[in-house]
Nanobody
Framework: QVQLVESGGDLVQPGGSLRLSCAASGFTLDDYDIGWFRQAPGKERKGVTCFSKSDGSTYCTDAVKGRFTFSRDNAKNTVYLQMTSLKPEDTGVYYC?????????????????WGQGTQVTVSS
């Protein structure tokens, strides 16, 4: 059974840090393109964070570049999103998504597999 499970979301003050994890079962993440998406309250899910191709190349949007970092641990079949200097506008439910070949990295429709999401709230 293919499954993605996110964890690590929390309530954090502005300027704080969090590390989100996305663990896979039923398939090998290293063979897949991976995206981290955010769904803000009352808004649609958007690709506004980081993405990584199966070849290891990584891209982060301008909104999070320098603050968020994508990484993979192939031995644990897990990917991570390290988030620093968090801002209130980073608040939302964060989802990881996987696809064998994501045609458009920032489009949710490009991904076949999704986790259940983890809540990140940035507030003082």
């Amino acid at each position: 059974q293919v499954q993605l499970v996110e964890s690590g979301g929390d309530l954090v003050q502005p300027g704080g840090s969090l590390r989100l994890s996305c663990a896979a079962s039923g398939f090998t993440l290293d063979d897949y393109d991976i995206g981290w998406f955010r769904q803000a309250p009352g808004k649609e899910r958007k690709g506004v964070t980081c993405f990584s191709k199966s070849d290891g190349s990584t891209y982060c949007t301008d909104a999070v570049k320098g603050r968020f970092t994508f990484s993979r641990d192939n031995a644990k079949n897990t990917v991570y999103l390290q988030m620093t200097s968090l801002k209130p506008e980073d608040t939302g439910v964060y989802y990881c998504a996987a696809d064998a070949r994501a045609t458009m990295w920032d489009k949710p429709s490009s991904y076949d597999y999704w986790g259940q999401g983890t809540q990140v709230t940035v507030s003082s």
